[in-house]
């Protein structure tokens, strides 16, 4: 099936550094969703975003939806510890699709 | 939002046998999906699983291998059928209802491996 690319593949930060990771697709989403998914566990949503060029925040993290509805950034400022993981975004057409496209996941390690 | 409940949450099995993989909800909702993720990868859509009739399974994955139940709206279940070790991986059910603001749930994931 469809996926969404996703860039960087991985990254290699120092704590406090500021991370930022896109994700584009070659079809219009009417929904963009981010997850971290952490070891052993599932995906857990971090933003989700429901109109072309919205701007919106949940405390250190920023994500944007891209106006021509075919990307999506997230950001995380002054990143910690605990920001290690997977970021994936999602895609959803909507209006009676709800399944969810899968981005192909950024993989952030901090270094000490 | 919901909380979603799997279990197993692992489990190592013989090639040819199945495993059924169940999924709890803790309220009903409208939508319930199950993934697949393979080692290192992403997440790949298998099926969604329609309350009270046949389950709506994506390119590449058919009824006979990855049978589907869903009785009701807070509970369902994927069977792995005829397993052989390709079928190695996380599986993973996902479930909301469908225009909410939260998005989807995910369960913590089924890991299974086949020898």
């Known amino acids: 099936g469809q996926q969404l690319n996703q860039s960087p593949q991985s990254m290699f930060i120092q704590e406090g550094e500021d991370v930022s990771m896109n994700c584009t697709s070659s079809?219009?989403?009417?929904?963009w969703l981010w997850y971290k998914q952490d070891p052993g566990e599932g995906p857990v949503l971090l933003i989700a975003l429901y109109k072309a060029g919205e701007l919106t925040s949940n405390g250190r993290l920023t994500a944007q939806f891209g106006i021509t509805r075919k990307d999506s950034f997230l950001n995380i400022s002054a990143s910690i510890p605990s920001d290690v993981g997977i970021y994936f975004c999602?895609?959803?057409?909507?209006?009676?699709?709800?399944?969810?496209?899968f981005g192909t996941g950024t993989r952030l390690t901090i270094i000490p | 939002s919901a909380v979603i409940s799997q279990k197993p949450s692992r489990d190592i099995c013989q090639r040819g046998t199945s495993l059924t993989i169940q999924c709890q909800v803790d309220?009903?909702?409208?939508?319930m999906f199950w993934y697949r993720q393979q080692p290192g990868q992403s997440l790949t859509l298998i099926a969604t699983a329609n309350q009270g009739s046949e389950a709506t399974y994506e390119s590449g994955f058919v009824i006979d291998k990855f049978p589907i139940s869903r009785p009701n709206l807070t509970f369902s279940t994927l069977t792995v059928s005829n397993m052989s070790p390709e079928d190695s991986s996380i599986y993973l059910c996902?479930?909301?209802?469908?225009?909410?603001?939260?998005?989807?749930?995910f369960g913590s994931g089924t890991r299974l491996t086949v020898v």
């Open positions: 996902s479930g909301g209802s469908a225009g909410a603001a939260y998005g989807y749930t």
């Open positions: 309220s009903q909702v409208t939508m």
């Open positions: 079809s219009i989403f009417n929904t």
């Open positions: 999602a895609g959803q057409v909507g209006f009676g699709n709800e399944k969810l496209t």
